[in-house]
Every structure is written in structure tokens, then in C-alpha cells.
């Protein structure tokens, strides 16, 4: 039997909700409303709107445009939101919320989230906010910012569902049912079981304890994966392990070994995602960065990587100057010369992508290292050789000299080798002596196939050429 | 009180599991054992591990070491090793698998673990391994491969614990007592609560529901975030879901809108995980890959992308070509030319990585797109000036002349500008006709790049001091 066929044609804002995008016309909507200064439509726009959505919007509109949108909404400013921003603009909004609306925004929040707020705020303004919340409250932020930034310590939620190792199914859920809704997390998923020293032993997915027997014991019903994590780990580790391991939760002990607090799952993953990002910008050298940021944190962001390039772009050239004389001969070696230092750079920086990347996730060990830069080398032995051919014959072809053909041939394989050796080679390097491998390889790697590449190609030239 | 004192020394196995990474160690043990046949002293030794690590374990030993581990190990080979594998040695290990020990190991796969195994694999083997299944089990797993590749309903589970919106807390909790172990989820953290027609209406948390009175309405302990998945629904937008609007789980449901399964955040977490590192690869133009690829199957993946580099190289090799004359007077040119390029390339790949990533994250959008590339012209024109004072002055020290470092301070600023301009601009064109800004736009800016700094650079020289 059909069901009543639903409303087929979308508006563009249901397009836009289903694949998440805050749709231009809804950015539109809201824009103007703040224009005609509308505060009844503002709302009603921004009502069906997630907090974590309406963050976006903030970060996506123009700095005065937000500081009239923020003024309009006043009290109907929701803390979510602010736990949502950027970092960029998170201290700009946090300026023009009245004191009244920052207060009622912040004790909305929980504890873990109040952190994260307020952790890479000024001095001023991290007291400002300490200072609104009630004394419970404001003692569980301050001990949570005395655990080291992107510690364990620092992501976890205090509050934990914990229970005796002895207790029964019955006993655990009338614990949780006579507990009060202010000390119990806010999600949870387990409950810990502890031993008299407040270790954790196992735990217990509300799952399985729901279908059981009040009279089981809950050592019956353990998980059989359980994870315990340290406290002083580093968070990106503790990304790892979420995903490794498939966990959903998973308490947090300090140096005694003592439950102090838990993990879930939602925090790791959104840890995952920022060092993602930080990958994958620190690979391109660019610093934090966010869309929002002004022009003159951005030069800033972008400037070191630029400068390392130039200092390695003026070695290269040092290289090259060597060989005025056979180029001022051969004008031909100019022209070509570039070709064989981008195909260099281009293959060193496959490498070292992949070899950056599976230094992350664990896959690149001491067990198979030696394996992969063969395998690199190998692998540029065979496209240089393929390279090599094809601009052979495309040099005899421009220049009508077989002799360049040959040499041009000779320098590509030479290239592709060693780029295939340096760009696995110079991340692990780094690796162990601990420099962040994604930070640095990239110059490095350039820098030598941009050294080798003119090297090999000028150097051949002038032997066998000249 | 002081309580005990844990030991403090760690043995390297001891440290190595706190970092999550395979210990060399561990690793050698196991080979010696395989080495010397061993079978007891190798299930001891793999007997800890989590089937994550062993699969990881099985990854970086060579193929041959690999093989060998297998037939020993032989039945205690534990399905979830099959799933925890990469791709890329999947099918040889399952070739490798008797019959007897991959039917064992499948069977104690769940339906969606079981799809996510086969889903890659040729027809033969999958066929194999479906003809072992219980029909029940085949036929789950039949209907999640018809779903498309990467979409909601391949993803999901089938399994989900769902209840009539008028029932009470009792009536919930007395049903999940009663259904079949089988016919639950292995994990769940939600009841989803379905109108008569299927359609999900909201989610009452496990959480909740304990602590709630027996005669409470299930209609009054809703969760406020809901988020229904359409099955057709591409993985990428789903993961985004559940980290946007940091979802534990979320229904799926197909056209018409009812309730057919559900996706939970720890394969939300992987389906990140794994964009990411097909976002990060792409754009150092490699294929889908992996550390345990041979040396035929990597080359063919760099092959492509290196092709694509070697035209565009040529293209800007063309434009040099047009001042062949210009360089043979003034070999200096040849000499800083390529640092003209270089630092276009290092800047617009700045510049495109920011775009890429923010279009992946749905923060670069049409509402705030000029504002950001008048952004990025503007940190290129001062990056570009600061540049460009640093190479004139490095231009006259090194050649003695003035015009010349005035000619590369030029060509300085004008690459970085449209640097700054094409790397931000053609992702979003890219993205705007459908391509994948971060399979293409690499090849493109660099090109224009490299034109537009050869050209700017010998140009300005040819006009300025010929």
C-alpha cells in the first residue's frame, strides 16, 4: 500500500539542508533582516537553525555584519553557538556579547564545553567568563585548564556513571535512577566498573544492562574492548585509539591510575577532524589558519613557509649559476631545465604525502620502512624510465639534438630516484628526531630535487654536450 | 592515603602500547616465531592483540612473512581481523584463507561487516564468501550491496531498535527484553521512536530511558538534535552530519521515508577518516593507496598525475622558449628565473590548500567566496612586496644590477598576487562544474603559476633591459 507521496519539490533551502550547506539565499534572508534591522524575522529565521550552523553563518559574513547580527539577537543568543565558533572570531564575538547575554550564554553550557571556550581566550577575557559561573562550575574549568592543552585531561568530561565491581544489574540502575541529573554526563553510554581504589576494571554498555536480569552481575556483562586512558596522554593519540579500536567511550585515569573522567567518542572524533586539518595545511605550509582570519594574520600564517622556499629557491639557483657558461652555450638547457626539477618535486612530493600520512596513522614502522623506500625507489626508477623516453624523444624532437635527448633522459631517471628516496626517507628522518615530519619535509624534499634535478641535467650537459 | 605505586618501569612493549604503535619488538617476536614454526608461542604472542593491531601487523610484514604467519596461525584467525585489514591485502589474504578458516571467520562477522569485507572484492571471492553464510545473513548482506558505493544504505546497519511513538518507558524496556539477542544491534545507543507509517519521528537516549519512571511518555524524553539520513545519502555528508551536529547515531530511511536502519558514529568516524586521507593524497595527485601496495600497482597510481605535471611543465618550458634570444644575452635570467616560479607555486599551493579544505568543510561558500579572494590578492600583494624587496636586493648584490632586481621584485609581486587569486579561485571553479577541487586544481594553478611567473619575469627583462 502507497504512502501519501511527499511534498516533491524542494525549495532551495531544503536542498541546501540536505546536503548540509548553508544555502546562500538563507545568508541572504538572515543579512537582510539584520539590515531593516528586523529583530522578529531574525529570530524566526535563525529558530530552526542548529547552533552549530547559525556558527557558520557567523564565521561566513563579514566582520561588521556579524557585530550588527550579534547586537540585534541579544538575549536569544544561545551558548552552543559560541562553543561552535571558529577560534578566529570566537574572541571578536565574545567582545561585543553584553556582559548580561555572555553570562546567560556561558552557564548554559557544561563543563567540558565552558574549556574549550575559554582555553585560547586572553587573560581578561577567560576571567570575565570564570567569573559568571557558579563555584561549582568555575572549579571543575580551572582544574580541567590544569592539565597540559590537547591532553587527555584537558578533553575529558569530569562526570563519569561508575559502579563497584561486586554490584548487580539492579543495584547499578537504581544508583543511576537516584542519582541526581546534575552530576550524571550529559551522554553517556557505559557504565565504568571500579575496584576499591577507584581503578577502572571493565565496563558496560547500557545495552546489556538494560536486557538483563537485575540480579546479574555486572562483571558477567564486561566489554570485551576496553581502553584506559591516561590522562597526560596527547589527544591526537587518544583520536588514534577512538578509531583504532572502535570505542565509544573510554574512562581517563591520572598517574595513580584512578578514574578521573571519561572520554567519548563525539570529542575524539571532532579532535580527529582538527588534526586532519592541521595535516593537511601544515603539509601546504600554512600555519592555523581559519576563512575568517584578516588579511594581516594571514600574511603572517603564510610568510615562514614562504621565506624557508625562498632560502631553498636561492640554493637551487646557486646550482644552476654554476653553469652560466654551458647555458649562455646551450640555450636549450634553460628551457628544459625546469622540466626536470618540477617532475622531481612533483614525485618527492607523492612520497612524501604518503609516507607523511602513514607516520600518522601508525602504518610506517621501523618493521617495514626499509621495505617502502625500496618500493619508492623502484617506483621512481620506473616512471623516470617512462618520463625519461618520452622527453627524449620530445628533446629531439624541439631541439633536433639527440645527444640532449639522452641526457635530458639520463637526468629524469636520476630525479625520480631520488625523489622517491628523499621523500620517504626525509620525513622518517625527521620523525625520529622529532621534528613534526609534516611541518618540514616539504622544503627539504624540494630543495634536494630541485638541487639534484638541476645538478644531474646541467651537469650531464656540460660533460657530454660541451 | 597513597595508594600502591604502579610499577614505573615499562618494558618497550609497555611503552610502545601506550603510544598505540606496533612495537618493532613485537613484531620480531612474532616473525621468529612463524621462522621456527612455533605455533604455540605465536598464538601466545598474538593472543593480547587487538584484531586492529594484527591486521596492522599484517600489513608491514613482507608478503612472504605474511603468508606463512596465516597457515600457521590457520583457525584462530579471527574474523575481525578479515574486516580490521586494508584493502589492498584483503584479497590476498583471503586467498590464502582455507575454506574452513575463512567460513569460521565470516560467520562471526555482523551483516554490515560482513558487507564492508566483500564489498571490494572480485565476483569469485565474493561469491565464496557469501555461499557461506546463513540465507538470513546473506540475504542482509545482499540487500546492503544493492545500495550504491559510499551511500547511506551500504554504510548502515539493519539492525535498529525502534518503538511506537505512543508507547512508555515500560513498554520499551519490556520489549527490548523480549526481542531475540540476534535481532538487536550489537551496539545501540538510542531507541528510535517511528509513527505508524515507519517514519522516524525523534530519539529517546538509553541514558534517559533508565533513569525515567516505568509510566513515563517516550514522547516526552526526545532528544532535541534528530537528523534522518536518506539512504541515498553520499558517506562524506553523512560523516560531516555526525561530526556538525555531533550525532552518536541517526536513522536511516529510504524514498519514502521510513525507517530501514541506522548508522552509528564510530563508522561515521571511520568514513572521516578515510576522506581524509583520500583528501590529503589527492592532492599530491595520488591514487587511493596503500603502504603495502607492490611496486607495479604504486607506479601505475603516481603514473597518472606525474603525466599530467610533465604536460603542463612543457607548456611552461614553451613560454621560455619564447625569450631563448633575451636568456643568451643575459644568462642571469636563466639563473632567477626559477625562483620567480617557485615562489608562485609555493604560494598559490598555500592559498588552493585553504580553499580545497575549506570547500570540504563547507565554510567556503558563495556568501563569503570574493571576500575571500580579495583576501588571499591582498596577503599575495604584501607577501609579494616584502618578497620582492628581499630578491631586488638579492638581485643586486648578486648580479650588479639594479634594472635586474627591480625586473624580479616586478615579477615577484605579480605572481604572488595572481597566486593568491588562481589558487583560491579555480578550486571553487572547479567545484562549481563538478570536478573535485582537490583531484585537479593542483596541476592547474601550478601551471598558471609557472607561465605567469616565466613570463612576467622574462618579459619585464626583455622589455626593460634589452
Redesign the interface.
Given at each position: 500500500m502507497l504512502?501519501q507521496v511527499?511534498e516533491t519539490a524542494n525549495t532551495p533551502e531544503e536542498e541546501d539542508s540536505?546536503?548540509?550547506?548553508?544555502g546562500?539565499k538563507t545568508?541572504?534572508s538572515v543579512l537582510y533582516a539584520v539590515e531593516i534591522d528586523d529583530r522578529a524575522r531574525l529570530i524566526e529565521l535563525m529558530e530552526p537553525m542548529?547552533a552549530?550552523?547559525i556558527a557558520?553563518l557567523l564565521?561566513?559574513?563579514?566582520a561588521f555584519d556579524r557585530s550588527r547580527l550579534i547586537r540585534l539577537y541579544d538575549m536569544e543568543f544561545d551558548g552552543e553557538i559560541l562553543s561552535e565558533l571558529d577560534d578566529a572570531i570566537r574572541e571578536d564575538v565574545i567582545a561585543i556579547l553584553t556582559p548580561q547575554v555572555l553570562s546567560q550564554a556561558v552557564r548554559e553550557l557544561d563543563s567540558d564545553d565552558v574549556v574549550d571556550l575559554i582555553e585560547d581566550l586572553e587573560d581578561a577575557q577567560q576571567e570575565a567568563i570564570l567569573d559568571v559561573l557558579e563555584s561549582a562550575d568555575r572549579e571543575a574549568v580551572e582544574k580541567a585548564l590544569s592539565w597540559p592543552d590537547y591532553s587527555a585531561g584537558r578533553l575529558m568530561q569530569r562526570e563519569v556513571v561508575m559502579a563497584p565491581q561486586h554490584w548487580t544489574v539492579g543495584q547499578a540502575?537504581d544508583n543511576?535512577?537516584n542519582t541526581p541529573e546534575d552530576d550524571?554526563p550529559d551522554?553517556?553510554?557505559h557504565i565504568v566498573m571500579v575496584d576499591p581504589?577507584l581503578h577502572p576494571v571493565g565496563q558496560v554498555?547500557?545495552?546489556k544492562?538494560?536486557?538483563s536480569k537485575r540480579t546479574t552481575a555486572l562483571r558477567d556483562l564486561l566489554e570485551e574492548?576496553f581502553q584506559i586512558i591516561?590522562a597526560m596522554?596527547d589527544e591526537g593519540?587518544v583520536a588514534?585509539?577512538?578509531?583504532?579500536?572502535?570505542?565509544?567511550s573510554a574512562p581517563v585515569v591520572d598517574d595513580?591510575?584512578?578514574l578521573i573522567g571519561m572520554i567519548t567518542?563525539?570529542d575524539?572524533?571532532?579532535v580527529?577532524?582538527e588534526e586532519?586539518?592541521e595535516?593537511?595545511?601544515r603539509?601546504?605550509?600554512?600555519g592555523e589558519?581559519s576563512?575568517s582570519?584578516?588579511?594581516i594574520e594571514?600574511?603572517k600564517q603564510?610568510?615562514p613557509?614562504?621565506?624557508v622556499?625562498?632560502v631553498t629557491?636561492?640554493a637551487?639557483?646557486m646550482v644552476?649559476?654554476q653553469f652560466?657558461a654551458a647555458?649562455?652555450q646551450i640555450?636549450?638547457?634553460?628551457?628544459?631545465?625546469?622540466?626536470v626539477?618540477?617532475?622531481g618535486g612533483?614525485?618527492g612530493?607523492?612520497s612524501?604525502?604518503?609516507a607523511v600520512?602513514?607516520i600518522a596513522?601508525?602504518?610506517?614502522?621501523?618493521?617495514?620502512v626499509w621495505?617502502?623506500i625500496r618500493?619508492?625507489c623502484?617506483?621512481g626508477l620506473?616512471?623516470g624510465a617512462?618520463?625519461a623516453v618520452?622527453?627524449g624523444i620530445?628533446g629531439v624532437i624541439w631541439f633536433g639534438s639527440p645527444a640532449l635527448g639522452l641526457v635530458i633522459a639520463a637526468a629524469m631517471v636520476i630525479n625520480l630516484v631520488v625523489a622517491g628516496f628523499a621523500g620517504t626517507g626525509i620525513p622518517i628522518l625527521l620523525e625520529k628526531v622529532g621534528v613534526d615530519p609534516a611541518l618540514a619535509s616539504g622544503a627539504f624534499v624540494t630543495t634536494v630535487t630541485?638541487v639534484v634535478g638541476f645538478f644531474a641535467f646541467l651537469g650531464l650537459a656540460a660533460a657530454v654536450l660541451l
Amino acid at each position: 500500500m502507497l504512502d501519501q507521496v511527499e511534498e516533491t519539490a524542494n525549495t532551495p533551502e531544503e536542498e541546501d539542508s540536505q546536503n548540509y550547506q548553508l544555502g546562500p539565499k538563507t545568508v541572504a534572508s538572515v543579512l537582510y533582516a539584520v539590515e531593516i534591522d528586523d529583530r522578529a524575522r531574525l529570530i524566526e529565521l535563525m529558530e530552526p537553525m542548529h547552533a552549530a550552523d547559525i556558527a557558520d553563518l557567523l564565521e561566513q559574513i563579514s566582520a561588521f555584519d556579524r557585530s550588527r547580527l550579534i547586537r540585534l539577537y541579544d538575549m536569544e543568543f544561545d551558548g552552543e553557538i559560541l562553543s561552535e565558533l571558529d577560534d578566529a572570531i570566537r574572541e571578536d564575538v565574545i567582545a561585543i556579547l553584553t556582559p548580561q547575554v555572555l553570562s546567560q550564554a556561558v552557564r548554559e553550557l557544561d563543563s567540558d564545553d565552558v574549556v574549550d571556550l575559554i582555553e585560547d581566550l586572553e587573560d581578561a577575557q577567560q576571567e570575565a567568563i570564570l567569573d559568571v559561573l557558579e563555584s561549582a562550575d568555575r572549579e571543575a574549568v580551572e582544574k580541567a585548564l590544569s592539565w597540559p592543552d590537547y591532553s587527555a585531561g584537558r578533553l575529558m568530561q569530569r562526570e563519569v556513571v561508575m559502579a563497584p565491581q561486586h554490584w548487580t544489574v539492579g543495584q547499578a540502575i537504581d544508583n543511576l535512577r537516584n542519582t541526581p541529573e546534575d552530576d550524571l554526563p550529559d551522554q553517556f553510554y557505559h557504565i565504568v566498573m571500579v575496584d576499591p581504589r577507584l581503578h577502572p576494571v571493565g565496563q558496560v554498555t547500557l545495552g546489556k544492562l538494560m536486557r538483563s536480569k537485575r540480579t546479574t552481575a555486572l562483571r558477567d556483562l564486561l566489554e570485551e574492548t576496553f581502553q584506559i586512558i591516561p590522562a597526560m596522554q596527547d589527544e591526537g593519540d587518544v583520536a588514534y585509539a577512538f578509531n583504532q579500536y572502535h570505542l565509544i567511550s573510554a574512562p581517563v585515569v591520572d598517574d595513580e591510575g584512578r578514574l578521573i573522567g571519561m572520554i567519548t567518542i563525539d570529542d575524539a572524533m571532532a579532535v580527529l577532524d582538527e588534526e586532519h586539518e592541521e595535516d593537511i595545511l601544515r603539509l601546504a605550509g600554512v600555519g592555523e589558519s581559519s576563512l575568517s582570519d584578516r588579511v594581516i594574520e594571514t600574511t603572517k600564517q603564510r610568510l615562514p613557509w614562504l621565506a624557508v622556499n625562498l632560502v631553498t629557491a636561492i640554493a637551487a639557483s646557486m646550482v644552476i649559476s654554476q653553469f652560466e657558461a654551458a647555458i649562455a652555450q646551450i640555450v636549450a638547457l634553460a628551457v628544459l631545465m625546469p622540466i626536470v626539477a618540477s617532475m622531481g618535486g612533483n614525485a618527492g612530493t607523492q612520497s612524501l604525502t604518503v609516507a607523511v600520512r602513514a607516520i600518522a596513522t601508525k602504518d610506517l614502522t621501523g618493521s617495514n620502512v626499509w621495505r617502502v623506500i625500496r618500493r619508492e625507489c623502484l617506483v621512481g626508477l620506473i616512471n623516470g624510465a617512462i618520463f625519461a623516453v618520452t622527453m627524449g624523444i620530445v628533446g629531439v624532437i624541439w631541439f633536433g639534438s639527440p645527444a640532449l635527448g639522452l641526457v635530458i633522459a639520463a637526468a629524469m631517471v636520476i630525479n625520480l630516484v631520488v625523489a622517491g628516496f628523499a621523500g620517504t626517507g626525509i620525513p622518517i628522518l625527521l620523525e625520529k628526531v622529532g621534528v613534526d615530519p609534516a611541518l618540514a619535509s616539504g622544503a627539504f624534499v624540494t630543495t634536494v630535487t630541485d638541487v639534484v634535478g638541476f645538478f644531474a641535467f646541467l651537469g650531464l650537459a656540460a660533460a657530454v654536450l660541451l
